[in-house]
């Protein structure tokens, strides 16, 4: 941590106390001076996981391997072990947003930096939502669940995930709400499309989908001031059985931990539950990345791990919205990071899954704000059983919960 020279009148931007040190991977970058300034080192440390997002490169310097002209995957990759048969292919230009879609306070910020969530005290103490937050939380949830079942719809071989990031994209303004993840910490698309051995964060590309192929499709939209969260894992055409076990053990790990949430209930039981199913599958749970309160923010206290042994630190109470996104592995637990600075993928190549929603806590249990509805579109296990029985149709997760 560097002494912040001519530091006078900047502030730090964890207590907003007067700055007098300032990080140096920020002055080597040469990133704005006001987001680089810190009273001290414990400030430093104790923001230190999402501060360190501001280093990512931007979208005009970290993806130039996977921008150039042309048609195709980019011949430019740069030195990198890379973990599976998996590549970048060419990103397209970010999609409009237009004026009168309400925007986040990132969305034209250089860095795409969310000041109000980086300041907001939520980071520290879980908000209880009013009754007109659990509104607007809804109803931003159930834009998205509309808009992550026409992904889900589009998904088959041959089509690009930049193809599912038009659609998610489109659909969603037209919902009158902006994509949460549009210029988050300068990423450069509306939604995370990960493939195979991504773990997450993976970045929608013009690689065209193949048959045997898993994929993650994981949708955020803002409307009127409200952020909601989901994602999804489908099969792409014909996999072979362990890549559908992966999936549906993942969707299970999720609906295991939900069932335990109730008032009272402490947050680090979920990564046990979790942890308890996959392992029984001989499957790891990804440690790097947790679920989080959302809300008026995109990501906020609490802290939700998904392994077991966490130290999460409180217990639910009524009122209290979050997401629980277990990532789970057919092989080690570990991740890598691509060098465009957000694609995570397993260090041993090996696939990986995931599944989220967003609940609530209420006096009975839960309800699970991102639930699917009876007309999405079947996961793979439901469209077998209706073919087996003849039949068609979506399959609905229960929409509310007990203790």
Known sequence: MAEANGHEGLVCITCQQPAKLQCPRCLELNLERDLAAFCSQECFKGSWADHKKLHKPSAAEGWHYCTRRGAGRSLNLPEFKWTGELRPYRIGPMRPIPDNVPKTDYYAHPAGY?????????????????EKDLAGIREACLIGRRVLDLAHAAVKPGVTTDEIDRVVHEATIAAGAYPSPYNYYNFPKSVCTSI?????????DRRPLQEGDIMNVDVSVYYKGYHGDLNETFVVGQADEASKQLVKVTYECLHKAIAICK???PY?????????HAKAH???????????????????APNVPHYAKNKAKGTMKVGEV???????????????TWPDGWTSV?????WSAQFEHTLVITPEGYDILTARLPDSPPLWWEAEA???QGGGGGGAAAAGGAS
């Open 268 to 276: 680090r039981e979920i990564g046990e539950v979790i942890t308890k």
């Open 263 to 265: 008032p009272g209930t």
């Open 346 to 350: 397993t260090e041993d190549g090996q």
């Open 282 to 300: 001989n499957m790891s749970v990804v440690r790097t990345y947790c679920g989080h309160g959302i809300g008026d923010l995109f990501h906020c």
């Open 386 to 388: 209706a073919a087996q």
């Open 196 to 204: 195979n051995e991504v773990i997450c964060h993976g970045i929608p």
């Open 114 to 130: 969310p000041t109000s969530e980086m300041e907001s005290r939520q980071q520290h103490a879980v908000k209880i939502r009013t």
């Open 322 to 336: 979050f997401t629980i996104e277990p990532m789970i592995n057919l092989g080690s637990h570990r991740d890598k």
